[in-house]
């Protein structure tokens, strides 16, 4: 084989541990992790990233008024366990009437693995799912992979994968989290939901504010929100 194919071909290949994402229409699917190793006994982190393209989107767990939340099921080695998705923060896409909740361009879908302590320092485990989900624009497509990513065992504590720490960081950023200066009730007023929310003395005043159902059919999502 001559010089400049050999290297061709060595170019081409997958880095370790990661395998080239699937390509679907208007969609690019891939398992990543966030270190570089699993440590037995120990949780380690992986994504299903997703990304999109310009004006494309995928769905949150609550979809809208339209379109299906993107689904994850693994299969693992024994005595390995997949937590649920964690779901980042949407944002509201409006379509002609109809509003639904969902993400463009990239977004990440972060698991927690939990790692059995068995499993053997220096060995290599292939972590496999199946990622369904639905790319919409004016028209809706279904997509599908089936995804794999293979992981050495560590000895001892792993090193952040620098491919992914910024990804994974902004990923963390934009998920939900209590937030213990504002205090929150809701109540019906005829055909309303109220949202209240009390300031901790000295914090600054919410000036934006955007409700997202976490259950469908409890919100019109296309109606205007009043703060």
Known sequence: MPLMLMLLVVLALPRPGRAAPVEQPHSRAELIAERTALEPGRTATVAVRLQLDEHWHV??????????????????????????????????????????????????????????????????????????????????????????????????????????????????????????QLKLAAYRSADQLIVRVTHADGMPVVRELDFFADHEGLIQYAAAQRL
């Open 59 to 180: 769905y949150w767990k609550n979809p809208g008024d339209s379109g299906m939340a993107t689904s994850v099921s693994w299969s693992l080695p024994e005595a390995f366990q997949a937590g649920p998705i964690q779901w980042p923060a949407p944002h509201r896409i409006d379509v002609g009437p109809l509003t639904s909740y969902g993400y463009e361009g990239e977004v990440l879908h972060l698991v927690d693995i939990a790692v059995p302590p068995g499993v053997e320092p220096g060995s290599r485990v292939p972590l496999r799912a199946r990622a369904d989900w639905l790319v919409c624009k004016e028209i809706c497509l279904p997509a599908s992979a089936d995804l794999v990513l293979e992981l050495p065992v560590a000895s001892g504590a792993s090193a952040a994968d620098a491919r992914w720490s910024a990804a994974f960081a902004a990923a963390r950023a934009a998920l939900p989290v209590a937030q213990s």
